[in-house]
């Protein structure tokens, strides 16, 4: 085979196995909050399917592909269909340019953990997220309903808000490790917990101002304005069901897995975390992936929390927040953290 | 490879500029206009600016296009109705549409490819600037980020001056509703 057919078949296996494992994380993380939501609740989440309800992901995704595929007849029919795969396409999308650890050596060849390593990955991300307004904004518009149109428009504003404050967040990490390839700001913070950048870098008020705005652009709570069941019947999805709908679940909970993704490259370290020297070589190769998809767990553990005991944000407050607290807190960390580099320099 | 792509986005950009004239619904010119975005910015990465290629997508395709499709949404603009053009267009817009086409034809056809032909994005910056090791590699963000902010210093604070002049112009013209 030559060098390029080489390539190819690696970057494509990359891309199914990721996918993959992306999709059944995101199964899970659906999973993981009926339980945690469960028991903060008191109630036992589902136990039905399956020992400890581990089936249950499965028994749902078999009741969504079977669920009767209704088109109202009074949508935009092209941009009705096309809206939810762009939601789950560019949620995808993202995952690409992520690192989940060093390179594994195959048949004597160094493969990195990564599709593809771009020397502005961080930008590609940002790139894709800020496109994926669209697929929201446009089921909201093309269903043709109000409260559809009213979440599409809620959601639009929202992200478009706090994505200046999601970017800004980011200044600081940028400018203390001088790149935007993912793979060099994490090794801009080798050298145990306290080179990462949010302590070592004291980033923490960046760290705040990203899960805000994090949590704003992925439609949790407390910023799930889009889809206040309690004023919007289900929002921007209300006229979607069976697989349409499930594409617009599948978006978001990869959404989330993207920005745990993101927090850990950025802030904790990446896939640092001690290696035990008597594990056999594949299992010390593999480490790395283990403390990174750890990091990735507990932040989604911190999601659902959050989701499990805040209340919802009035429509004004989530304006003012973003506007009035978050992004000059952005600009005051970018300001005082390009001091310090420039007074050490 | 690189032609192959550089004439299949290219193809795409005019085909959406054209769909974007054609529609008559607000809300597909404004996703047509995104799909010309989208396939400039893969144009300005097949020229190695990378960084720009980005920006592109970030500001324009998912920042003033959000607002652009938004603002369509709130007003719930209808469909356009066709008019069969003005008397100023028919005298003056098509000979000058006829006119600036030839001229650049011609233009492009006899040597005008120094010009405007496979020059690297930020090559002529670079030229100019004369501070970088090969006109490769302009397109990376510390580049740019020299070219702003120490060889185009002064023309960016004065664009940032500006802008900041039509910020405040648009929340003044914003507030004169309220009192």
Not at chain 2, 18 to 38: D, T
Not at chain 2, 93 to 100: D, E, M, R
Request: hydrophobic share 55%; charged share 10%; aromatic share 12%.
């Amino acid at each position: 085979m030559s060098e390029f057919a080489i390539y190819v078949a690696i970057a494509i296996v990359k891309i199914v196995v990721l996918v993959v494992l992306l999709l059944t994380g995101v199964a899970y993380t659906v999973w993981l909050e009926r339980k945690l939501v469960g028991h903060i609740q008191n109630r036992w989440g589902p136990t039905r399917v399956g020992p400890f309800g581990l089936l249950q992901p499965l028994a749902d995704g078999l009741k969504l592909i079977f669920k009767e595929d209704l088109v109202p007849p009074h949508v935009y029919r092209p941009l009705y269909i096309l809206a939810p795969m762009l939601s789950l396409a560019l949620a995808l999308t993202s995952i690409s340019v992520i690192p989940f650890g060093n390179s594994i050596t195959i048949a004597g060849r160094a493969i990195p953990l990564q599709i593809t390593d771009v020397n502005i990955g961080l930008l590609v991300i940002l790139g894709v997220t800020s496109i994926g307004v669209y697929g929201v904004a446009l089921s909201g518009w093309s269903s043709n309903s109000k409260y559809s149109l009213l979440g599409g428009l809620r959601a639009s504003a929202q992200m478009v808000s706090y994505e200046v404050a999601l970017g800004l967040s980011l200044v600081g990490v940028l400018i203390l490790s001088g790149t935007f390839s993912l793979r060099g700001i994490v090794e801009a913070q080798a050298g145990g917990v306290l080179h990462w950048n949010i302590f070592g870098g004291f980033q923490f008020v960046a760290f705040f101002i990203y899960l805000c705005a994090a949590f704003a652009e992925t439609n949790r709570t407390p910023f799930d304005l889009p889809e206040a069941e309690t004023e919007l019947v289900a929002g921007y999805h209300t006229e979607y069901s069976s697989m349409k709908y499930a594409m617009f679940m599948m978006a978001e909970y990869a959404n989330m897995i993207t920005v745990g993704c993101l927090a850990s490259l950025l802030f904790l370290g990446g896939w640092s975390g001690p290696v035990p020297a008597f594990l056999p070589a594949w299992a010390q190769a593999l480490m790395p992936v283990f403390w990174f998809s750890l990091r990735i767990f507990l932040f989604l553990c911190l999601y659902i929390w959050v989701r499990g005991t805040l209340p919802r944000f009035r429509y004004d407050q989530l304006m003012a927040f973003g506007w009035k607290v978050l992004l000059p807190l952005a600009l005051a960390n970018i300001v005082v953290t390009s001091l310090v580099v420039g007074l050490r320099a | 490879m690189q032609q192959l792509l550089f004439f299949l986005f290219a193809a795409i950009c005019v085909a959406g500029a054209i769909n974007l004239l054609a529609q008559r619904h607000p809300i597909s010119s404004a996703l047509s206009l995104i799909v010309v975005m989208g396939s400039l910015a893969v144009i300005y990465l097949l020229l190695g600016a990378e960084f720009v290629a980005a920006i592109q997508l970030i500001v324009y395709a998912g920042a003033i296009m959000v607002l652009f499709v938004f603002v369509i949404m709130l007003l719930n603009a209808g469909e356009e109705e066709r008019t069969p053009g003005s008397r100023v267009a028919w005298l003056f817009g098509y000979p000058a549409v006829a006119i600036l086409a030839g001229l650049l034809t011609w233009v492009f056809l006899h040597g005008g490819r120094q010009v405007a032909g496979a020059v690297p994005l930020g090559g002529p910056l670079a030229a100019s600037a004369g501070s970088l090791e090969s006109a490769a590699d302009a397109g990376t963000a510390v580049n740019i980020g020299r070219l702003l902010f120490h060889d185009f210093l002064l023309p960016f604070e004065v664009t940032s001056v500006l802008v900041l002049i039509a910020i405040m112009g648009a929340v003044v013209l914003a507030r004169r509703g309220e009192e």
